[in-house]
């Protein structure tokens, strides 16, 4: 007489699919561009737990390298296409992408979601590093970590052969050091500097130098200062230590390459961006590093760079509260208590808070930190050459021009750090494709 339980059972699983069906649809995607650098990658390794909070979210992920990351974005903007929800910009996009329009205002999504920005505190944001993020008092971006330049070594290395490290470097005592380190038959290079092409890439650390021996891209009328005395001085410098003194295959050494070489104890030294001290501190070279200021050249400004990698929300997407959400959860203070929880705190994401460096926990476990502010707030994209520029910047010159000459100069400093090119020759093409970009500008 009983009756049977399969309609009774089948109605429960239909109710159940239905639901998880109703979930799945409410979801929405956020599509999200970020560059392959470590800090990143952990990012999308906890964004699940962002996920968990926020079960009406779905993240997108498209992890690229440097230079495919700024070239995608870019062009994504320039054409509103309206590929990605998040992008990873840095301290040279920002105020220009909001001047013109293609990034939603934070300041104005805080004020129209103020439960998603409520416990942020903007306030705590370093000043040298938020300043470079807004344009007309407006900040278009959160900071993910700031950073700046300087000279990280193997002090055992340097020990071993009765070497000293300066506190303040010349380059020309980073050479002297390097070269008598190296060491490629006991697989030892004396120094890991960037050769792969890139205005961010290869250019970042070369542009420091032209700095320090006294050169610029441009004058103060835009008028570009490539083939010179001072820029000719530098790259023949610049590659003459690494043919010298570092890696094989110069031209694919960017940050993620010098950075193993370096953690895995086959290179003495590496000057580069400051957040990898961070990495470092937990390799297995760990207890060997030590640091130092950036060198200077003939002078002594613009040495060390400026920098950030920042989250912002394209002004073209369709989900801009589900965006500002993720924004504010993977910049916040929450966000580096989680990454110290989970990966160490010498591992959280540097150079974006006050607080971050008022820690104990932090300053312990990162005895670099006192360094890194220092040269971030020391660091002054007003006054990074001898002379005046036509617009700010230390390791990039920022007016939208200089992507492009940047990008064309890159390719030909690489090829003469490959031996391909003399650097007169170099030198010579890269003044005139600078030339004629910033004629056909209308600089002058």
Not at 5 to 34: D, K, M
Not at 197 to 204: A, L, Q, R, V
């Amino acid at each position: 007489m009983h009756a049977n339980p399969r309609p009774r059972w089948s109605w429960l699983i239909a109710a159940a699919a239905a639901l998880v069906f109703g979930v799945a649809a409410a979801q929405t995607t956020v599509t999200i561009a970020t560059v392959n650098n470590p800090d990143m990658v952990v990012m999308q390794e906890l964004s699940s737990l962002f996920e968990a909070e926020n079960p009406d979210i779905r993240l997108n992920w498209l992890v690229l390298d440097e230079g495919t990351l700024r070239s995608r974005v870019t062009t994504d903007a320039a054409t509103g296409a309206a590929s990605f929800d998040i992008v990873t910009i840095g301290a040279y996009e920002t105020p220009m992408w909001g001047a013109i329009g293609w990034l939603e205002s934070i300041d104005a999504l805080a004020a129209e979601f103020p439960e998603v920005a409520a416990g942020y505190d903007f306030d705590d944001l370093l000043p040298a590093i938020a300043d470079g993020l807004r344009y007309d008092g407006e900040i278009f971006a959160v900071p993910f970590y700031g950073e700046s330049s300087f000279t990280m070594y193997n002090k055992r290395l340097l020990d071993e052969a009765g070497l000293t490290m300066p506190e303040q470097p010349t380059w020309e005592e980073i050479a002297e050091i390097a070269c008598a380190v190296h060491d490629p038959a006991a697989g030892i290079t004396g120094i890991a500097l960037r050769g792969k092409p890139g205005w961010g890439d290869n250019m970042g650390p070369i542009t420091t130098v032209v700095n320090t021996f006294g050169g610029q891209w441009f004058d103060a009328e835009g008028v570009p200062q490539i083939d010179t005395p001072e820029w000719n001085a530098a790259i023949s410098f610049y590659a003459d230590l690494v043919q010298r003194c570092g890696p094989a295959g110069v031209t694919g050494v960017s940050f993620p390459e010098a950075l193993a070489l370096m953690s895995q104890g086959r290179t003495a030294m590496w000057v580069d961006a400051t957040v990898a001290a961070g990495f470092l501190a937990n390799s297995p070279v760990g207890p060997d590093m030590a640091y130092a200021l950036a060198p200077v050249g003939p002078v002594a400004k613009g040495n060390q760079w400026l920098w950030s990698w920042n989250l912002a929300i394209p002004s073209t997407t369709r989900v801009s509260e589900e965006a500002f959400r993720f924004l504010m959860w993977a910049t916040s203070k929450d966000y580096i208590e989680l990454v110290a929880s989970e990966r160490g705190w010498a591992a959280v994401p540097p150079g974006t808070r006050v607080s971050t460096y008022e820690r104990p926990e932090y300053l312990e476990a990162a005895p670099f930190a006192p360094m890194v502010l220092g040269a971030i707030q020391a660091a002054d994209p007003f006054d990074a050459t001898v002379n005046p520029q036509v617009a700010p910047g230390i390791q990039f010159v920022q007016i939208p021009e200089f992507q492009g000459i940047g990008t064309d100069v890159a390719q030909i400093v690489a090829e003469i750090l490959a031996g391909n090119v003399d650097v007169a020759t170099g030198l010579q093409r890269a003044q005139r494709i600078a030339a004629e970009a910033m004629q056909d500008a209308g600089y002058y």
